[in-house]
Antibody, heavy 124, light 106 residues
Framework: QVQLQESGPGLVKPSQTLSLTCNVS??????????WSWIRQPAGKGLEWIGR???????DYNPSLKSRASVSLDRAKNQFSLMMSSVTAADTAVYYC????????????????WGKGATVTVSS | IVLTQSPGTLSLSPGERATLSCRASQTVSGTNLAWYQQKPGQAPRLLLYTASNRAAGIPDRFSGSGSGTDFALTISRLEPEDFAVYYCHQYGSSPMTFGQGTRLEI
């Protein structure tokens, strides 16, 4: 049974870079049948998709983040990571990592396994 | 694709039927639409995918319908544990997007 767990600093200063890691257990991030996503949720608000990466290393992002986000794979550790530069208070949120399914004919599919979330506060 | 959910809040009693709506600003390709349930302090939980397919372990009182731009989630007989926030989510186009949520309250 696949499980995901986010980790990283809970407090980041404005203008600095947010860095989070998602540890994947019970499955491999090199599986061609999946992609790996980051989603965030400000307190009391809805969900916003940040970006994702495939086992191939290809990635895509939400243009609303204006190229500040980057997702990478660490195959040796079976982890994937999020880096978000030039953060402001508006980036304060719970950050979730999630597994999505990928079909070579259909393309990216639904996300079915989520981590519990990591709270990140941007403040000086 | 912008997803608009209605109503914003739905007040019902256990045993009643709930119908939640999700309207897309453009056609959701391949009915690539999912529904999630989220309770306070928890991650979203996948309920339905491809508009009407129940995820593993989801009770059959949850059902989904729709295609194109109009989708619905129906809970046939509300149980106390069903009171939560529900999000629709389209994964057919990038960027993936979520609706703003419907709060289902007792």
């Amino acid at each position: 049974q696949v499980q995901l767990q986010e980790s990283g600093p809970g407090l980041v200063k404005p203008s600095q870079t947010l860095s989070l890691t998602c540890n994947v257990s019970g499955g491999s991030i090199t599986s061609g049948s999946h992609y790996w996503s980051w989603i965030r949720q400000p307190a009391g608000k809805g969900l916003e998709w940040i970006g994702r990466i495939y086992a191939s290393g290809n990635s895509d992002y939400n243009p609303s983040l204006k190229s500040r986000a980057s997702v990478s794979l660490d195959r040796a550790k079976n982890q994937f990571s999020l880096m978000m530069s030039s953060v402001t208070a508006a980036d304060t949120a719970v950050y979730y990592c999630a597994r999505g399914h990928y079909d070579i004919l259909i393309g990216p599919y639904y996300m079915d396994v989520w981590g519990k979330g990591a709270t990140v506060t941007v403040s000086s | 694709i912008v997803l608009t959910q209605s109503p914003g809040t739905l007040s019902l009693s256990p045993g009643e039927r709930a119908t939640l709506s999700c309207r897309a600003s453009q056609t959701v390709s391949g009915t690539n639409l999912a529904w999630y349930q989220q309770k306070p302090g928890q991650a979203p939980r996948l309920l339905l995918y491809t508009a009407s397919n129940r995820a593993a372990g989801i009770p059959d009182r949850f059902s989904g319908s729709g295609s194109g731009t109009d989708f619905a989630l129906t809970i046939s007989r509300l149980e106390p544990e069903d009171f939560a926030v529900y999000y629709c989510h389209q994964y057919g186009s990038s960027p993936m997007t979520f609706g703003q949520g419907t709060r289902l309250e007792i």
